[in-house]
């Protein structure tokens, strides 16, 4: 059977038609700019579930062709699973017809308005039919289906069919003709892709926009996301109606069967407990259950006390492929922080937050709001950019501590800045149906601050150590100049030989100074040499540590080191006034974005005296390994204290 | 490259060993690898003390130290070392230059050149701080800064050409005046005869040309001397040797502001720049004649409102040791007050001649001197 085959079994149907022209201001279609940005929206989110699902690494083509009167045809094409012939009357012409709306899973549409509502926006403005080209595997044909929706019925209707040649050996190629207009900017198709690209690294999506410019969102990772994991619902986290749904379908013939099992986290005491409470006798069958008695079960939910959901069900794009996602798109940034949360919940939905700040100097202008990236379930939102709790949380921070410039400590600050947050989460609780916005939920608010700020710290501990250097280094240019010429003219002056000026050069810059380089070669690695040079009065004697990354292998250290924890250490012999020494290693097996700085720490050495590096103050390295999770946050506290 | 002592006089020699003990100290820290620095008199307000022998204030004895440890100050110190080069050169071949002329000279200095001349100037006044020789020892001078005199006084002039010319500042000046030299020392400027009762030093253009349009000079037998603004060091040196070597009184007449305070101030007291040559510039015995806030409200005069920097000025006049005398205190009190300074021409309300005939006659006789 293919993978085309069993998602067709999961695909369940409810009649709904006519929703959709009543609201199809709710549902993203109230303008004709909008209309084609929700329409690239669905059908880039549904390509990209319909590859992950059939595990291939997606690549996308969406391009825009100008027609007349208004007119744009749209053409999205992916290199997914397909679907079989006869479900694609259903998939594409039936609102609210999915896989997706009847489990309880991370994904990107959940409520699963999805693609045929663009079909009949499609044809309700244009008048023409869409036409859908899938092929299910090499070994079968690439069909071409005209489609039609009757609105009144929610009846799909095929107009149209022939079998083709495609070159694709899988796919789905969907062609609309709509009423849109095409823009560029902060909320446009571009923007939609360019920030879907970020989050979904492991996608290569190509834009082909109505003038034939094309531009390519490449891929920075070859890993496609773990599948996420179906949970049961749990019983905080569902409503009244899909209540008497599941009771009205389950196959338990005893009420706290059915609880035990058809949610999740419900054993046998607390089922009693919930029959209890709710004064329901316990074998009742549940497909008898009234309105009243399933509106009694519900406050009983909410009086006994339900471990809360599982949270490993929840799949986070992790602080690396942000990173890397962040890195391609925003290229020479000065730095990427990252923060992944461990997983919370709220109100029986369980979820989990990431946060990163990307730094660029060069290219962000430093006197703008900064650039709000904001996804839900690895899906940019565009619009009702101040009705988010993301948004919220970010104002409410005083970015005038994170060294950013924000007028009276509220509000968007101004840098050089974009800040990406990312909620994840099988229920994200958006503030209306068409999913512009993530609701103030006061659990995810607390979650994304912390995970913000994090990302905020890190920021301000890396630019101010790389400020101190910078004004060390441009001191050091000029005191290599102007001690020299002074040494010349006194012995100009008074006729004597050039005095040797370097001690007294140390004496002035009067620090440890510390320089990383990181080159990186495809296949080979990074090379990270550290230079350490002693521009003090006297010897140093020190021991130089690197933290390394978490992945990746640690190869030829120069001199010989050893390893405690996540660190490299070399014990060092004495650096001499105005001496220099190098400390090398190379790591293999990552990506060139995983490695953008190096912490270094010396030890011996009085931190006032430090620069580019921080003074080791933990004791705390034990030689076995420890949690990697708690070295960083005792390093992150020895950073705030250098701060 | 070094000293040329066959041709140097000894005074320059003298000027020139004070020199190099600073880049002896230069050469030494290096050569030691020591950070390079030299220590030299806290030049603010905060370290003027008053000189009971001579009368002014003197700067008091807080050191700074000037380290090669911060940027700013080791180029400082290499501008010390190139001074004191083109110093060495202008002694051993007997030229001199204007400081304006050094500061385009530091142009070539490459790291050691100024950004502006109050730079160098500065660093020039430093040098005399430090080894307290004169800046004429070191052979540079200033521009004419156009002060001038006016009144029956015969002076002697030694021209740049090195004649010597006779002049009366009455009978041999347009109505102008005599202009007072950048030098005023017994080389290039002798008094050959003074006929005149009191100076009356004033601080505007306005009205000197006023006091010499109306004849005040004859009618009272006075000598008139334009300040222009913060007066010139000749222009204080003249002041103080008619004062003390032919006893004539000595009046100051400014504007009622605080600015023209500190005008009198550096006449009277020493200015805190030059504090290190106060006994050398500054007239004790001149005496403050007005405008005074007093004045404002006696004569009744148009006023303007005092600005915020005027408040901030008379503020810190009242922690300025110089002003901390009972009369000073009160009027600056008086005037801040008032919230009102008025200019010395205001006086002009009650007609062109009220100056000379009421203003002036009233103030001096209420001195003593009429």
Redesign the interface.
């Known amino acids: 059977m293919s993978i085309a085959n069993e998602l067709a079994d999961k695909q369940r149907d409810i009649a709904v038609s006519e929703f959709f022209e009543r609201n199809k201001h709710i549902l993203g279609f109230d303008n004709t700019t909008r209309a084609l940005i929700t329409s690239v929206k669905e059908g880039v989110d549904n390509a990209l579930d319909a590859c992950e699902e059939g595990n291939v690494l997606p690549d996308i083509r969406v391009e825009i062709h100008e027609g007349d009167d208004d007119e744009y045809t749209l053409v999205i094409e992916d290199n997914g699973p397909g679907v079989v012939k006869r479900q694609v009357p259903k998939v594409f012409g039936r609102l609210l017809y999915g896989s997706q709306f009847h489990r309880i899973r991370q994904s990107r549409g959940q409520q699963g308005i999805g693609i045929s509502a663009v079909v009949m926006y499609g044809q309700l403005t244009s008048g023409q039919p869409a036409t859908i080209c899938t092929r299910v595997g090499p070994d079968h044909p690439a069909y071409e289906l005209d489609l039609r929706l009757d609105t009144k019925e929610n009846e799909p209707e095929v107009v149209d069919e022939e079998i083709v040649d495609w070159d694709k050996d899988s796919g789905t190629r969907l062609e609309i003709t709509m009423e849109a207009r095409y823009v560029r900017g902060a909320q446009s198709v571009y923007e939609y892709l360019r920030t879907t690209s970020i989050v979904n690294p492991h996608a290569e999506l190509t834009l082909v926009e109505p003038d034939g410019t094309t531009t390519k969102f490449p891929r920075s990772s070859e890993q496609l996301p773990p599948e996420t994991v179906e949970i049961k619902p749990h019983p905080l986290g569902i409503e009244l109606g899909q209540l008497q749904e599941m009771a009205k379908n389950t196959e338990a013939r005893k009420i706290t069967s059915f609880l035990q099992n058809d949610f999740c986290r419900v054993g046998l005491q607390t089922a009693r407990k919930i029959c209890d409470k709710a004064g329901i006798g316990e074998d009742r069958k549940p497909s008898y259950l009234k309105t009243d008695d399933c509106k009694a079960l519900m406050s009983a939910f909410e009086e006994v006390r339900i471990v809360s959901p599982p949270t490993d069900c929840l799949s986070p794009i992790g602080e690396t492929l942000i990173r890397r996602g962040l890195r391609t798109e925003f290229e020479d940034a000065d730095l990427v922080a990252t923060e992944t949360r461990s997983a919370e919940v709220y109100g029986g939905h369980p979820f989990q937050i990431e946060a990163a700040i990307v730094h660029n100097s060069d290219k962000l202008p430093d006197d703008e709001q900064v650039e709000i990236l904001r996804h839900a379930n690895r899906v940019p939102l565009l619009y009702q950019r101040g009705g988010c709790v993301s948004t919220k949380a970010i104002e409410d921070i005083d970015w005038r501590r994170y060294d950013l410039d924000q007028r009276g400590g509220q509000g968007i600050p101004h840098g050089s800045c974009a800040i990406l947050v990312h909620v994840a989460s099988t229920n994200v609780p958006f503030t209306s149906e068409s999913k512009d916005a993530v609701a103030d939920i006061p659990e995810i608010r607390k979650e994304i601050e912390l995970a913000v700020r994090e990302c905020a710290r890190e920021m301000r501990s890396q630019i101010r150590k790389g400020k101190k250097m910078k004004r060390l280094r441009q001191?050091e240019d000029?005191?290599r100049?102007?001690?020299p010429?002074?040494?010349e003219?006194?012995?100009?002056?008074?006729?004597?030989d050039v005095?040797?000026?370097e001690?007294?050069i140390a004496?002035?810059m009067?620090a440890v100074m510390v320089t990383p380089t990181i080159e990186y070669e495809q296949g080979v690695g990074h090379d990270i040499t550290i230079e350490v040079r002693n521009y003090t009065?006297h010897g140093k004697r020190m021991q130089v540590m690197a933290e390394l990354p978490a992945e990746g292998d640690v190869e030829d250290p120069e001199p010989d080191a050893g390893y405690r924890g996540n660190m490299i250490v070399w014990d060092e012999d004495k650096i001499d006034t105005g001496e220099a020494r190098e400390f090398s290693y190379r790591v293999r097996g990552l990506a060139e974005a995983d490695i953008q700085n190096v912490d270094i720490f010396l030890d011996g050495i009085d931190a006032t005296l430090i620069a580019g590096a921080e003074a080791w103050e933990g004791s705390e390295i034990e030689e076995t390994a420890p949690e990697p999770q708690e070295i960083d946050d005792g390093d992150e506290v020895t950073q705030e204290v250098q701060v | 490259m070094s000293t040329n002592g066959a041709r140097l006089e000894d005074a320059d020699r003298e000027t020139l060993e004070a020199l190099y003990e600073l880049a002896h100290k230069i050469y030494d820290d290096l050569e030691d690898g020591d950070v390079p620095e030299l220590n030299l008199p806290v030049r603010s307000k905060s370290n003027i003390e008053f000189d009971e022998e001579h009368g002014v204030w003197k700067y008091g004895d807080s050191q700074s130290t000037r380290s090669a440890k911060k940027t700013d100050g080791a180029k400082m110190l290499l501008r010390t070392t190139y001074m004191i080069d083109f110093i060495r050169e202008m002694l051993e071949t007997d030229k001199s230059s204007t400081l304006r002329e050094m500061y385009y000279i530091s142009e070539g200095w490459d790291l050691a050149k100024f950004s502006d001349q109050s730079e160098s100037d500065k660093l020039a006044e430093d040098l005399e701080v430090i080894t307290e020789y004169l800046r004429e020892d070191f052979q540079l001078r200033p521009e004419e800064d156009g002060a001038r005199i006016l009144g029956d006084v015969t002076v002697e002039e030694e021209t740049r050409t090195g004649d010597t010319r006779v002049i009366n500042c009455q009978d041999d000046v347009g109505d102008a005046g005599y202009s007072v030299p950048y030098s005023v020392e017994e080389d290039k400027l002798r008094f050959v005869d003074i006929d005149a009762d009191f100076i009356l030093a004033i601080e505007t253009g306005g009205m000197f040309d006023r006091l010499v349009e109306n004849g005040f000079d004859e009618s009272h037998n006075a000598l008139l001397l334009h300040l222009k603004g913060q007066p010139a060091r000749s222009t204080r040196r003249l002041l103080k040797r008619l004062n003390e070597e032919y006893g004539l009184p000595t009046f100051v007449f400014t504007d009622a502001d605080p600015w023209s305070y500190r005008i009198y101030a550096s006449v009277a007291y020493g200015a805190i720049k030059t504090a290190h040559i106060s006994e050398y510039l500054a007239t004790p015995a001149a005496q403050y004649l007005g405008v005074t806030p007093s004045d404002i409200v006696n004569y009744d005069l148009p006023t303007d409102d005092l600005s915020e920097q005027d408040e901030r000025a008379l503020n810190s006049e009242l922690s300025d040791p110089r002003f901390d005398d009972d009369q000073w205190r009160g009027e600056i009190e008086f005037q801040l007050e008032l919230g009102k300074k008025s200019e010395q021409q205001a006086l002009a309300k009650y007609g062109l001649d009220f100056v000379t005939d009421t203003y002036l006659p009233e103030k001096l006789s209420e001195m003593g001197v009429i």
Do not use: E, T
């Open positions: 001191k000029i005191i100049k102007i001690v010429a002074m040494a003219k006194s012995a100009q002056i008074l006729d004597k005095p040797d000026y001690k007294a004496r002035i009067n009065s």
